[in-house]
């Protein structure tokens, strides 16, 4: 499989899983899953057989609510099988509502109350740096998480601390749960503010997995700051109708007939073949 | 003697920093008023100043705790368990990783600083949380066996500590403290005291007025809050037939509730509550705001005939 094609399938599996959990968060799981995609299968260093190894690259999921898009990739890297994923939601599953470091190897946070992922990220760059060992650390956050005092908090920590090792990205597919971050709070200048507060700033189209890769090297690049990527995306990408009302889409599954419809679109399957 | 546990808590991080490199210390702009700064001062590169940033404090000791370091992050004790409550339940309690939430300026003796600064709930919301222990000592000296079991202890856990001097009632060698074991200090008949903090040395006092009219009063260290020592507790209960709990915190949900919870449900007895009663504090010498607030031996007094009355 090709990086595209595994987006494809982690946007598949997002849908099944939502859908067979009859609830979760579909539209910012699939807007993240290219940038996700291409942190598990091109840019990390991680073993899926050794979920602990000392020398990986850590991920935190800030934005803990797309758990889906990381079960996925998850499972589709070897750490758990892929028929587990439709335990999402389902009592005593490993596959939390949000993400527990404590039920699931290859989590590296707990998280689930927006704006705390990223102290967290420094704190793993931090010991990094105190041990000497050159892993990286990533951090998704999403762009109305970026209302949090803390990501600012923590902001200010990254650059104060001169954290070269990590790398946050922004999900900034410009919708949160009430309306549109620019409608709701805005937080733009979005790119200033980052840089301001001293990060290196890069953007790109958070949906084409080449470009998310060369920014990823231009990011690691970088020395003597941390670097964020804000990652143009769509709420509900790949799957039309979410596309179009990603705010229906945020904390709602798609019921077993839109299942159907998006599991068409992911799979190309035209309307006739069903 | 007198000594204030937080200087007990500094000294002792300082040689706990000599002995073991794993472990590292964040403050949040209090490292002086904390005692972090002895530590500070001697490990530079294992000490993070985090600014005024309770929050992100939190957040930044816990993924050094998940990359296998021993983090203390101190601050005062209104700070650490209110404005980062969130963030000590999500990546502390939650997630058991290694972070010791050490908080110093517990309670009234803060003093001068006035209500803003006088944390007499922080017991209550730190209990309230899944997987944390929650430790108030007593003294100096047995801050410094806490904070040494606390870097032995593998999870979370909060420690409140004092800004006031407090007379030392251990001796190094006699003070026999372990996570979750009460301490008996005096022996009695009549009525059990279990105090905590500050509180132990009023609850001593108290004996001693007692004693002269010949009531006999058990006096008990209960430095662990949670997990709560149920069985000595029980024991008190049925041995004396009543108790008393003296806290520097609200009568609501500390110490008291913890004991009236076991109390309640396994050994009903007559029992009195002597703490902060359902108010904020204020400003005011620590000495003049402990009497006026109702934390003195003559109030746990008090509290003893009271519980006698109404014993059968
Ligand atoms: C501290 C906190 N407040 C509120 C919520 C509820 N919540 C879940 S997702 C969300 C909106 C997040 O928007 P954004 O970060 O843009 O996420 P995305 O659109 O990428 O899903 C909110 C308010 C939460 N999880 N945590």
Same mark, same amino acid.
Request: hydrophobic share 40%.
């Given at each position: 499989?090709?990086? !595209?094609?595994i987006?494809?399938?982690? &946007?598949?599996?997002?849908?099944?899983?939502?859908?067979?959990?009859?609830?979760?968060?579909?539209?910012?799981?699939?807007?993240?899953?290219?940038?996700?995609?291409?942190?598990?299968?091109?840019?990390?260093?991680?073993?899926?057989?050794?979920?602990?190894?000392?020398? &990986?690259? &850590?991920?935190?999921? #800030?934005?803990?609510?797309?758990?889906?898009?990381l079960?996925?990739?998850?499972?589709?890297?070897?750490?758990?099988?892929?028929?587990y994923?439709?335990?999402?939601?389902?009592?005593?599953?490993?596959?939390?509502?949000?993400?527990d470091?404590?039920?699931?190897?290859?989590?590296?946070?707990?998280?689930? #109350?927006?704006?705390?992922?990223?102290?967290?990220?420094?704190?793993?760059?931090?010991?990094?740096?105190?041990?000497?060992?050159?892993?990286?650390?990533y951090?998704?956050?999403?762009?109305? %998480?970026?209302? %949090?005092?803390?990501?600012? %908090?923590?902001?200010?920590?990254?650059?104060?601390?001169?954290?070269?090792?990590?790398?946050?990205?922004?999900?900034?597919?410009?919708?949160?749960?009430?309306?549109? !971050?620019?409608?709701?709070?805005?937080?733009e200048?979005?790119?200033?503010?980052?840089?301001?507060?001293?990060?290196? !700033?890069?953007?790109?189209?958070?949906?084409?997995?080449?470009?998310?890769?060369?920014?990823?090297?231009?990011?690691?690049?970088?020395?003597?700051?941390?670097?964020?990527?804000?990652?143009?995306?769509?709420?509900?990408?790949?799957? #039309?109708?979410?596309?179009?009302?990603?705010?229906?889409?945020?904390?709602?599954?798609?019921?077993?007939?839109?299942?159907k &419809?998006?599991?068409? %679109?992911?799979?190309?399957?035209?309307?006739?073949?069903? | 003697?007198?000594q204030?546990t937080?200087?007990?808590y500094?000294?002792t991080?300082?040689?706990?920093?000599?002995?073991?490199?794993?472990?590292?210390?964040?403050?949040?702009?209090l490292?002086?008023?904390?005692?972090t700064?002895?530590?500070?001062?001697a490990?530079?590169?294992?000490?993070?100043?985090?600014?005024? $940033?309770?929050?992100?404090?939190i957040?930044?000791? @816990?993924?050094?705790? $998940?990359?296998?370091?021993?983090?203390?992050?101190?601050?005062? @004790?209104?700070?650490?368990?209110?404005?980062?409550?969130?963030?000590i +339940?999500?990546?502390?309690?939650?997630?058991?990783?290694?972070?010791?939430?050490?908080?110093?300026?517990?309670?009234?003796?803060?003093?001068?600083?006035?209500?803003?600064?006088? $944390?007499?709930?922080?017991?209550?919301?730190?209990?309230?949380?899944?997987?944390?222990?929650?430790?108030?000592?007593?003294?100096?000296v047995e801050?410094?066996? /806490?904070?040494?079991?606390?870097?032995?202890?593998?999870?979370?856990?909060?420690?409140?500590?004092? +800004?006031?001097?407090?007379?030392?009632i251990?001796?190094?060698?006699?003070?026999?403290?372990?996570?979750?074991?009460?301490? =008996?200090?005096?022996?009695?008949?009549?009525?059990?005291?279990?105090?905590?903090?500050?509180?132990?040395?009023?609850?001593?006092? $108290?004996?001693?007025?007692?004693?002269?009219?010949?009531?006999?009063?058990?006096?008990?260290?209960?430095?662990t809050?949670k997990?709560?020592?149920?069985?000595?507790?029980?024991?008190?209960?049925?041995?004396?037939?009543?108790?008393v709990?003296?806290?520097?915190?609200?009568?609501?949900?500390?110490?008291?509730?913890? =004991?009236a919870?076991?109390? /309640?449900?396994?050994?009903?007895v007559?029992?009195?509550r002597?703490?902060? +009663?359902?108010t904020?504090?204020?400003?005011?010498?620590?000495?003049?705001?402990? =009497?006026?607030?109702?934390?003195?031996?003559?109030?746990?007094?008090?509290?003893?005939?009271? =519980?006698?009355?109404?014993?059968?």
């Amino acid at each position: 499989m090709n990086l !595209v094609e595994i987006a494809g399938k982690l &946007r598949q599996h997002i849908i099944m899983m939502t859908c067979a959990a009859a609830s979760g968060h579909p539209g910012g799981s699939l807007s993240a899953a290219d940038i996700i995609t291409a942190l598990y299968f091109h840019q990390m260093k991680h073993d899926p057989k050794n979920p602990t190894w000392p020398e &990986r690259d &850590r991920f935190v999921m #800030s934005k803990g609510h797309a758990a889906p898009v990381l079960y996925a990739a998850l499972s589709e890297s070897g750490y758990f099988p892929v028929n587990y994923l439709k335990t999402l939601r389902q009592i005593g599953s490993s596959l939390q509502g949000h993400i527990d470091m404590q039920a699931l190897p290859g989590i590296e946070m707990s998280t689930g #109350s927006l704006g705390q992922g990223l102290s967290a990220a420094n704190g793993m760059a931090l010991a990094a740096k105190l041990d000497k060992k050159d892993y990286r650390i990533y951090c998704l956050l999403g762009d109305g %998480e970026c209302q %949090e005092g803390q990501v600012w %908090e923590a902001a200010m920590t990254s650059s104060h601390r001169k954290l070269d090792n990590l790398t946050a990205i922004i999900d900034n597919n410009k919708h949160q749960i009430d309306g549109k !971050v620019e409608d709701i709070k805005n937080i733009e200048p979005l790119a200033d503010k980052w840089s301001s507060f001293g990060w290196e !700033v890069f953007a790109c189209d958070g949906h084409d997995i080449k470009e998310i890769i060369k920014t990823f090297e231009q990011a690691v690049k970088v020395k003597g700051k941390p670097t964020v990527i804000i990652a143009n995306t769509i709420k509900g990408k790949g799957v #039309s109708f979410m596309e179009t009302r990603p705010l229906d889409y945020h904390g709602k599954a798609p019921t077993p007939e839109e299942e159907k &419809r998006a599991m068409a %679109e992911l799979c190309q399957i035209k309307d006739f073949e069903l | 003697m007198m000594q204030a546990t937080r200087d007990a808590y500094g000294k002792t991080l300082l040689e706990l920093g000599k002995q073991n490199p794993n472990i590292v210390v964040l403050d949040a702009d209090l490292s002086a008023s904390t005692k972090t700064a002895s530590f500070a001062k001697a490990f530079p590169e294992r000490f993070f100043d985090m600014g005024v $940033a309770e929050q992100d404090m939190i957040g930044t000791a @816990a993924g050094l705790a $998940a990359s296998g370091k021993i983090a203390f992050a101190s601050t005062f @004790a209104v700070f650490g368990s209110g404005r980062a409550w969130d963030q000590i +339940r999500m990546v502390v309690a939650y997630t058991r990783l290694n972070v010791k939430v050490v908080v110093t300026h517990g309670g009234i003796t803060t003093g001068e600083d006035g209500a803003s600064h006088q $944390a007499n709930e922080d017991i209550a919301i730190m209990r309230a949380l899944p997987n944390m222990t929650v430790v108030v000592p007593a003294d100096a000296v047995e801050t410094g066996k /806490v904070i040494r079991a606390a870097a032995e202890f593998n999870g979370p856990m909060y420690v409140r500590l004092s +800004r006031a001097m407090t007379p030392v009632i251990y001796k190094e060698e006699s003070c026999d403290f372990k996570i979750g074991r009460g301490i =008996v200090l005096r022996e009695g008949k009549n009525v059990a005291i279990i105090a905590c903090g500050i509180m132990v040395g009023v609850a001593l006092e $108290a004996a001693d007025k007692l004693a002269a009219e010949k009531i006999t009063c058990r006096v008990v260290d209960l430095h662990t809050i949670k997990p709560i020592d149920k069985e000595l507790i029980i024991k008190c209960a049925e041995e004396t037939g009543a108790v008393v709990t003296a806290e520097e915190h609200s009568i609501i949900g500390g110490l008291g509730g913890a =004991v009236a919870e076991v109390l /309640v449900e396994n050994a009903v007895v007559p029992m009195a509550r002597v703490g902060v +009663r359902d108010t904020f504090g204020e400003s005011g010498k620590p000495e003049d705001l402990l =009497v006026k607030y109702g934390l003195t031996s003559g109030e746990i007094v008090t509290a003893v005939k009271n =519980v006698l009355a109404r014993k059968k």
